[in-house]
């Protein structure tokens, strides 16, 4: 059978039986109950033992398991199982009684099922069937509430109304909600009154205060309290923080620190740049705290202009036109600085003013020309040191420094003007020609004479007047063609002219041919009435074999004044032409060349024969290169060719490394060979001699050392001539000492000892080769 123990939460215990069978261990419970009620009440309710959270150090009984089952001397034990059995719970086998071991904490765990049985001790058999009950852990108010989410950060905007809400904290309470009052938390503020109040049950924050002011206080630190128990005494708490910042609005107009502030702007500062800055400060941040600044009122307004630094807030000071000492020394403007962001309900005025004075600082200025550009005029021919124009610069200072001027050189390389340093008069340095250059574009400087840094520019435009200096002439190389066949009247050619000169009024050109050709039978000229003639032919009797080219000159003068002229001659041509015109031939040759041989035809024939006669010469040429023998020539000198060999040669028997037959040239024994290191003037013949079939060398070096002796045309020097020939076998044998070593010879080199320093070294080489040999 199952039984119920409930233990109150004063800790009284009672026992209810749900089954017959369990009767006897129903009424140890109820012994148990009486143990226990000498200190507690206690009271059946379902099943369940009701303890309170437990703190103490000590165990605490629970209850007592007894049976009344006859089990005869028949030992018993109490078997206690389920959650927590043996750790948080523990039950005296002999007796019985369960024991609460640990703290119970019902945040941890609500309650604990378990079951007990009476067993037989020796062999574990159970004598009952077990009952289960359950052990719910009562709560006490042993948690203080907490703010999770804490510390808090609200804002709220300033100047807000009372009971504007700032925002809403929230605290838990561990404990059970439902029994008691351990959990009902009541809010209240320990820190920030008076400008906070919360409300007690949700938590709301909200202004308490009216006229909250940034500007004035921007943070706020309030300091909440939860408290359980509904907020009695003998309840727990816990607090939190809320910072609470007071956002901007536009509630502050800008404000310039001064009313009037003065400035002082050098004349020579430059358009564009700034000349003061003012600033109005607005106590409000952000967007709220940005102006923007403008000129309402001033003399001359138009001077400056003022714009606002988006980083600084400030107000900048500009030119937009050049300022002069001399002209105006002070301005006034009236600024104003507004508010960018405008709140129509604030009914304030959002803006400020400010006078500002200009003064303007006198300096030392550059000279100032009259014009910024002169435009001067000169004939092309005036001659040289005419004055051209004058340009005039002035020092705008109050002292007034006298001005000089200069011409900037890199404008005039050819320096073909001048200018007087004094009064700017431009003269001229060489003469113009208005057909070269029509414009000279050059820069005159002026310059303060107490001061040379103070420079100014002008550019000075030369313009030359074009004067009648140039005859017309034909406009091209005219070449006319008139054909045999033509008609009497016929146009044979147009012609034009041009003039380098241009007059004001325009070109007019006059042509007539010049006197000896006006009473010219074959061609007359008739005016076209724009500047061109046409040439006409009078007759149409012209051929090629009578005359083949005509030579008209005609005269062509211009309307200039003076008028000039020039004669230009119009070449004309006979030639033949077809029926319709078409011009074929103008050479005389063609016309007794075969009808049906063409000018194309010709000079393809001609290409032809020439092409032959170029191959025909670069085989000639190749034939002769080809057969140039590559041995010396008889009557060229051995002594103009002087090629130096690196290599010994192979001895005396060594044929092979050299012409035999320059010392075998039968010429140069039977005839005369001429000298080539002179060029004599008389032709001398020696006396002849020679050999059946070969040459004897010592006759013919002793032939040729006559010839050199007794030459009246050789001057007194000595002619060096190399012979390469040894001879065919030579009795005293080789003279080289490569084979000394080798050789019989018991020559004795010590000799080489006493020649001196320089040879002992060579006297010490052949000592040891002789000793060597001896050894």
Not at 630 to 643: F, M, P, S
Not at 714 to 741: K, M, N, V
Request: with cysteine; proline share 6%; charged share 25%.
């Amino acid at each position: 059978g199952r039984s119920n123990l409930c233990l109150s939460s004063k800790g009284e215990l009672q026992s209810k039986s749900l089954q017959t069978g369990s009767t006897a261990l129903l009424r140890g419970l109820v012994e148990g109950q009486r143990i226990l009620s000498r200190a507690k009440r206690g009271w059946v309710w379902n099943q369940m033992f009701v303890l309170e959270e437990f703190s103490g150090p000590d165990p605490i009984l629970v209850g007592r398991l007894h049976t009344d089952l006859d089990v005869g001397s028949t030992p018993i034990k109490y078997v206690l199982a389920g959650e927590g059995a043996g750790t948080i719970f523990a039950i005296n086998e002999i007796t019985g009684d369960i024991h609460a071991m640990k703290r119970l904490d019902r945040e941890e765990k609500a309650e604990y099922t378990l079951t007990a049985q009476v067993t037989n001790r020796d062999t574990d058999q159970p004598l009952e069937p077990p009952s289960e009950f359950i052990i719910k852990v009562q709560d006490i108010n042993d948690n203080p509430p907490q703010f999770v989410e804490g510390p808090y950060r609200a804002s709220v905007p300033e100047m807000s109304q009372v009971g504007t809400s700032v925002t809403r904290v929230t605290a838990t309470d561990a404990d059970d909600p439902v029994y008691g009052n351990s959990a009902k938390l009541v809010y209240s503020i320990l820190e920030g009154q008076p400008y906070f109040s919360i409300d007690p049950n949700t938590a709301i924050i909200k202004i308490a205060l009216h006229g909250m002011d940034r500007e004035m206080r921007e943070e706020y630190l309030v300091v909440i309290q939860a408290k359980d128990m509904g907020g009695h005494m003998g309840g727990l708490s816990g607090t939190t923080t809320v910072t609470v910042t007071l956002t901007d609005v536009n509630d502050n107009p800008p404000k310039f620190s001064k009313s009037k502030q003065n400035f002082v702007i050098p004349e020579e500062l430059g358009i564009g740049q700034p000349g003061g800055k003012v600033k109005a400060n607005d106590r409000d941040i952000g967007e709220n705290a940005k102006s923007t600044y403008n000129i309402i009122d001033g003399d001359e307004k138009d001077v400056f202009e003022i714009t606002t630094d988006a980083q600084t807030q400030e107000g900048i000071l500009r030119l937009k036109k050049p300022l002069n000492f001399e002209t105006k020394k002070s301005y006034t403007l009236k600024v104003e600085a507004a508010n960018i962001r405008f709140d129509p309900n604030s009914g304030a005025p959002f803006k400020d003013t400010a006078t500002v004075k200009i003064a303007v600082e006198d300096s030392d200025e550059p000279p100032v020309f009259s014009k910024p550009t002169f435009v001067l005029q000169v004939d092309e021919n005036a001659p040289i040191n005419t004055v051209i124009g004058t340009v005039t610069a002035r020092d705008p200072d109050v002292t007034g420094s006298l001005v000089r001027y200069f011409i900037d050189r890199h404008t005039d390389l050819e320096r073909q003007f001048n200018i007087n340093v004094d009064d700017g008069k431009i003269t001229l340095a060489k003469p113009l020609d208005r057909e070269t250059d029509m414009w000279h574009n050059i820069t005159v400087t002026a310059t303060e004479i107490r001061n040379h840094s103070q420079i100014s520019r002008a550019i000075v435009a030369i313009r030359v007047l074009d004067i009648n200096d140039n005859a017309p002439e034909f406009a091209t190389e005219y070449e006319a063609f008139l054909c045999e066949n033509g008609k009497p009247g016929q146009v044979i050619q147009t012609v034009s002219a041009v003039d380098k000169d241009d007059p004001i009024q325009g070109h007019y050109f006059e042509y007539r041919l010049i006197p000896e050709m006006l009473n010219n039978p074959n061609f007359t000229i008739k005016n076209n009435g724009d500047n061109s003639i046409s040439v006409l032919a009078k007759h149409d009797t012209f051929r090629r074999q009578k005359q083949e080219m005509y030579f008209l000159p005609i005269i062509v003068t211009d309307n200039g004044n003076p008028p000039m002229s020039s004669t230009n001659t119009l070449t004309i041509r006979v030639c033949g032409c077809s029926r319709e015109g078409i011009v074929q031939s103008c050479n005389v040759e063609a016309y007794v060349l075969p009808i049906g041989l063409s000018m194309g035809a010709l000079i393809a024939i001609l290409a032809c024969i020439i092409l032959l006669l170029v191959i025909v010469v670069l085989f000639v040429t190749l034939r002769r290169h080809k057969n140039k023998p590559l041995i010396i020539k008889d009557d060229e000198d051995v002594r103009e060719n002087i090629i130096r060999y690196d290599d010994e040669g192979g001895g005396e028997e060594d044929t092979e490394a050299f012409d035999i037959a320059t010392l075998q040239n039968p010429d140069g024994i039977n005839g005369y060979l001429p000298r080539k290191d002179i060029k004599p003037d008389l032709q001398f013949m020696p006396r002849q001699s020679g050999g059946p079939n070969g040459v004897d060398v010592d006759e013919f070096i002793n032939v040729r050392l006559h010839e050199a002796d007794n030459d009246p045309t050789a001057p007194p020097y000595d002619s060096i001539q190399i012979y390469g020939y040894e001879g065919r076998g030579s009795i005293a044998g080789s003279l080289s000492s490569l084979e000394t070593a080798s050789s019989d010879s018991d020559q004795n080199y010590d000799y080489l000892r006493e020649w001196g320093p320089r040879f002992r070294r060579l006297g010490e080489l052949y000592s040891v080769g002789e000793s060597d040999k001896e050894t």
